[in-house]
């Protein structure tokens, strides 16, 4: 599968295991976001196979990244603003804020999960 704006590399689990398996109906959601944002989006996590999600996340086997629904995007300052106004408005319905710390080190994370239990959605959160 291949996504305009996004290469598969990017997409990818970062442990190596080769997969990226993104769910269609959250990336054409990403991608319209994308385009009408108009300045490029860097993911820095996307798809996370169950195995990795628990080595990195408190989110355990289950995270919202192993559904392929999630991504990060490095982002701050009028971009990041951008992107947390527009991503609710546009099918994200978990919108996670890293905006502290270095300026390298900031992100934004999305998904367009449905409500469910443990995880309330709509919802914000910071990390
Ligand atoms: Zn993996």
């Known amino acids: 599968m291949s996504y305009d704006f996004f290469s598969d590399d990017e997409l990818m689990c970062k442990c190596g295991c080769g ?3 993104m769910d269609d109906a959250f990336m054409g959601k990403l991608v319209s976001l994308r385009e009408l944002a108009g300045f490029a989006f860097h993911l820095t996590s996307a798809y996370r196979c169950p195995i990795h999600n628990h080595s990195i996340s408190s989110t355990g086997m289950d995270g919202p990244h192993t ?9 701050f300052g009028p971009q990041a603003h951008w992107v947390i106004t527009n991503a609710g408005m546009h099918g994200m319905t978990g919108i ?7 300026y390298t080190s900031r992100f ?14 709509p919802w914000v959160w910071t990390y």
Do not use: F, M
């Open 96 to 102: 996670g804020i890293k905006q502290k710390g270095d």
């Open 108 to 121: 934004v994370h999305l998904d367009d999960l449905p409500n469910g239990s443990g995880q309330p959605r």
């Open 19 to 21: 997969q990226a398996l």
């Open 67 to 75: 559904t392929g629904r999630a991504v990060d995007i490095a982002l």
